[in-house]
């Protein structure tokens, strides 16, 4: 534990600098816990790191507040956070996680008066959930290869941990069994449930100004892309652009704090671009850069095809949920751990392309010229990835948890 907490603190130190350089006060008081309800009631404390995870959870946070629950809700991203507030939820705050410290964490527990803690996927704070004083809940729980060896360097600590957990349903059965493996008790495993099935996309769409240059038949869009990737994405949109001239790129980096550094590469590869954050007309444009934060739905929308990036590196991939609920082809690079069962699925089906160059990526682009055959794709992969949930045999579950 004192190792853990060594590197916490460092961890903890770099945050709380980078948020006082910003002068973001609220931000620094929410991280060391002095963020306080104005009302006294008993909560549940729900933690999802970022967006995905947060739109996947809003089934059961709904759920939750059907069934008369207070909550709170913590995050780890600014762009989560105002996810999170702009549903203006009743019986619901919405705050920056606490750092996983036992000062902070206590005074989060102390002031909000948490009953219960519920984290989703791989979002596990051994502090917070040692120090929970009732039922924890970890929902479409996933552990790759590679965390798990990362764990058993805090064996101890991780065996801890895992006996203080009251139900866990993983989001696959590989990622199941890491957790059994790891000291998780058997009777607390639930069924396998990707929450990420759930997913719905949000009400408000592109308005005409924004959908009007974009032709969704000769529009592709790589969504969440990382360092090391964009090179690759560019020479395949500009080998492609000879025999599909009027093919446009939406490139939604998961970072735009990098907009600098990305437009510098699509101006070394000789294309033309305009940028979201600037407000630039895209209609003239080869490449938009869509370098805001919580628009992804947008993209998804004006985008026959999707490349899922966060797989041309070792990040394990990013989401297909998503693409495929807006019936958008899919294509992907090889790393697709953090999502294995879905793109196994896909495979499966031959719903999606596996592009892991730019060569290959430009081929799928030729290849996905028709608006006919981005439906076909686009199509199967929604109907593959449709997941028949029983989110009521799940609420149920969830349920007989929190109330044990």
Known sequence: MLSYRLLMSLLAGRELVARFWARDWHAIRARLGRVAPTRQVD????????????????????????????????????????????????????TLAPVDLPGPTRRVLRNWRITAHITLESDLWPIRILNTPGPVVVLGGRLTARSAKGWARFDALVRRVMARVTYLSAQDSASADRFVTAGLPKTALGPVFDL?????????????????????TNTWLAASTHEGEEETILTAHKATLPKRPNLKLILAP???????????????????????????????????LADTLGEMHLWYALAGVTFVAGSLTDRGGHTPYEPAAFQSAILHGPDTGNFRAAYDRLADAKAAICTPDATSLSEALIAMESAEKQAAWGQAARKVLHQDTDLTGLMQDIARALDA
């Open 43 to 94: 909560r549940i404390w729900l933690h999802a790191a970022s967006n995905g995870e947060l739109a996947s959870a809003r089934p059961v946070i709904d759920a939750l507040l059907r069934q008369g629950r207070h909550l709170l809700i913590t995050v780890n991203t600014d762009s989560a956070l105002a996810l999170g507030n702009g549903w203006a939820l009743e019986h619901t705050s919405v």
């Open 254 to 288: 998961r970072h735009p704090k990098r907009t600098e550094e990305i437009a510098q590469l699509i101006d070394a590869q000789g294309l033309t671009f305009a940028r979201r954050s600037a407000g630039d007309d895209p209609a003239q444009a080869q490449v938009y």
């Open 196 to 216: 990420k099935a759930l997913y719905t996309p949000p009400r408000d769409a592109p308005d005409r100004a924004l959908s009007q240059p974009f032709d969704r």
